[in-house]
């Protein structure tokens, strides 16, 4: 591991975040679709994945499965974000996910009835033209959820209304570019008075910002043998 010298100890100090965050994203070209379904595919042109104005609850789904890394701090609650283009007002949305605990029993299923439903916000007000929106699926509780555990998300767009989640039908083909994960990273603190660390101690950034520091900081760098 790295040894932090004083001067980049300095530069984080100096721009220190409590808590940084940071997003697993999921692009989703990336995404497998089912094979048999002619009611969304890729956009080669744009990225991302166009659900047509007749894409139906639960049929046309994108499932994603996503680790919790290393550096995400333990525990705290997460929040998804899905982008994309958005030509027209509305967009029925819907996201469900569970989590699986390593070690612990699955559920094996062979429906969304385990999942939990969320429908969530539009961050920008759209008026005309075509823009990048970007729909807010709010926080999830992670109590109790550890690292490297795991999160399995479904994404539809719910033309009909079958969810009865939505104000109504939304009959518009609809692009979606990517969902994300933010997540807060853990950080390490200069115990200053020799106790032990607390909320009080100076923050010194995440690791894995130590570890992305100016080119002119990385001959600085010893290595541990």
Do not use: C
């Not at 083909?173 to 994300?180: M, N, P, V």
């Not at 106790?195 to 600085?220: C, V």
Request: hydrophobic residues 35%; aromatic residues 14%; proline residues 2%.
């Amino acid at each position: 591991m790295a040894k932090w010298t004083k001067r980049e100890i300095k530069k984080l100090r100096e721009d220190a975040s409590p808590y940084p965050w940071d997003d697993l994203r999921f692009p989703l070209t990336g995404a497998r679709l089912d094979s048999g379904s002619t009611r969304y595919s890729y956009d080669f042109f744009n990225g991302g994945i166009t659900f047509d104005d007749d894409s139906r609850y639960t049929n046309e789904v994108i499932s994603m499965l996503a680790q919790l890394p290393h550096e995400w701090l333990e525990e705290d609650n997460v929040r998804l974000h899905l982008h994309w283009l958005q030509a027209i007002a509305g967009g029925n949305w819907l996201l469900a996910y569970k989590i699986y605990k390593n070690g612990e029993t699955a559920a094996i299923d062979a429906n969304y009835n385990n999942h939990t439903f969320l429908t969530g916000e539009e961050s920008f007000t759209y008026s005309s033209g075509t823009i990048v929106q970007i729909t807010d699926f709010g926080e999830i509780a992670m109590k109790g959820v550890g690292l490297s555990d795991m999160i399995h998300m479904a994404l539809w767009k719910d033309t009909d209304n079958e969810s009865t989640l939505f104000a109504g039908s939304d009959a518009n083909a609809r692009t979606a570019l990517e969902l994300d994960i933010h997540y807060r990273k853990r950080g390490s603190y200069v115990d200053k008075d020799g106790a032990n660390i607390s909320e009080q101690d100076t923050f010194l950034g995440s690791y894995f910002e130590y570890q992305h520091l100016d080119p002119k900081y990385r001959k600085q760098y010893n290595i541990d043998k």
